[in-house]
């Protein structure tokens, strides 16, 4: 069955996560999941009026944050609707919580929560800077092609990508450092919010992606804490991009790190499932070979050629470079990645990207600068799967 442009999707459903109800939530910062009318409050405090009631120690928010200090905020209350009146002080709020661990929710998360889509990878396969990419195509080529928009979803979103992807990749065309390990450095979680009106029968509706990306460091996905975490980001997961550095797949054949990677993600995911042998994860997974201008390929190859413009996903397109990975993992002996793939993922596909666009030289970018290459295609055929984008 290799004929399918999105392969499995016409088979009997796979067994999993069961689709998200309509007014359910799930908090982009410690994953939990509840119900709508269960959005906590925080109140406004003192802030500017001088009435408000004074900051308490916040405990769930402390324990999120990892036991750190500092946590000393206005009480956290339940109520309804877009604001709501603080019981002890009586001032309106309309800053919303996350009932759980208390981490402020942004607005247009609350009003529209979009599907989770979780990125991970093998160390050194390009994470960092495909994050740093693909938020900088999203922001500008991509995202007036496609008619989205992007909002970070909290302030230390915003301050992070700052310092720590676009100003060193795109000021200074630096490349970006080893991520250190999550032993040393706290995790959280970059969080988007990509949204696009969607043409409907009834009208027009604003869909999203909440882009929930946690830079982990490669080496962190051995150790069994940080993958408790990750076990957890996955699970809540709706969608799954996973980056693979070719060139251990060319190295490495069957044993690669890739393969390896894939799979203690993937066992774990199927024991919270409760998957039996012969079921398949529901979770849609991309599958991107990363740093695929350093392959020699040839001229004809599908993804030598520029992806049409259109605003849309060319249904032929997707199929050629998915045939063409799939040929070309067979030429490397990796096959078996496509096999895992196909074994264990009701809907998966294969991709090719680069998000610098050409060899590095040092730790500098080439001197054309960044070149991102196809770096939105994972992307897009996600926003097609979940009825976001024309196909
Ligand atoms: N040619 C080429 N090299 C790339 C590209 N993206 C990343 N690289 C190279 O791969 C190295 C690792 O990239 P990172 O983005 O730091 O990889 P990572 O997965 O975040 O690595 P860890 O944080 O160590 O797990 C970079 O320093 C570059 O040398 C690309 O698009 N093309
Ligand atoms: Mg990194
Ligand atoms: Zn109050
Ligand atoms: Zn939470």
């Known amino acids: 069955m290799r004929t399918e442009g999105v392969r499995g999707a016409h088979r009997r459903p796979a067994k999993g996560r069961p689709p998200r109800a309509k007014d359910a939530v799930t908090c982009p910062y410690c994953f939990a999941l509840f119900g709508r ?51 002890d002080c009586g001032r309106e709020s309309g800053r919303r919580v996350c009932p759980e661990c208390h981490h402020e929710l942004a ?28 938020l900088h195509e999203l922001r500008n080529r991509v995202g007036t092609e496609l008619g989205t928009s992007l909002v970070a979803c909290d302030d230390r979103t915003i301050d992070r990508y700052k310092r720590d992807f676009a100003r060193p990749l795109f000021d200074q065309q630096r490349l970006l450092p080893t991520t250190p390990s999550a032993v040393t450095a706290p995790r959280e979680p970059l969080v988007y919010l990509l949204t696009r009106r969607v043409k409907g029968r009834f009208g027009s509706r604003t869909e999203a992606l ?28 709706d969608a799954i991009v996973f980056l693979a550095d070719p060139l251990e ?87 078996d990645l496509d096999r895992y793939l196909e074994q264990h993922y009701a809907e998966y596909g294969l991709f090719g990207v680069s998000a610098l666009g050409g060899a590095p030289r040092g730790d500098e970018v080439a001197p054309g600068g960044v070149r991102p ?12 799967r979940f009825g976001m984008l024309d196909g």
């Open 37 to 87: 009318d269960r959005i906590a409050y925080r109140c406004l405090g003192r802030a500017g009026r001088g009435v408000g009631c004074d900051p308490v120690l916040d405990m769930e928010l402390a324990a999120y944050q990892g036991g750190q200090a500092g946590a000393m905020l206005p009480p956290v209350f339940t109520g309804r609707g877009a604001r709501a009146s603080c019981p």
């Open 107 to 134: 607005p247009a998360y609350c009003d529209t929560p979009g599907r989770i889509v979780a990125l991970v990878g093998a160390k050194n396969a390009g994470k960092s800077t495909y994050i740093a990419v693909l």
């Open 210 to 237: 909440t882009l929930v990306l946690f830079d982990t460091a490669g080496e962190d996905l051995r150790s069994r804490d940080v993958r408790d975490l990750h076990l957890r980001y996955l699970e809540a997961a």
């Open 249 to 335: 797949l060319v190295a490495g054949g069957a044993e690669s790190e890739p393969l390896d990677v894939l799979a203690r993600v993937t066992e774990p995911l199927r024991q919270r499932h409760g998957l039996d042998v012969k079921d398949r994860l529901r979770t849609p997974i991309a599958v991107a070979l990363t740093k695929i201008d350093e392959l020699e390929l040839p001229a004809s190859s599908a993804l030598q050629r520029s992806r049409v413009r259109s605003g849309s996903l060319d249904a032929d397109d997707r199929e050629a470079v998915d045939a063409h990975v799939r040929a070309l993992l067979d030429t490397w002996g990796a096959g």
């Open 373 to 384: 290459y196809r770096v939105e295609d994972p992307l897009l055929w996600l926003l097609h």
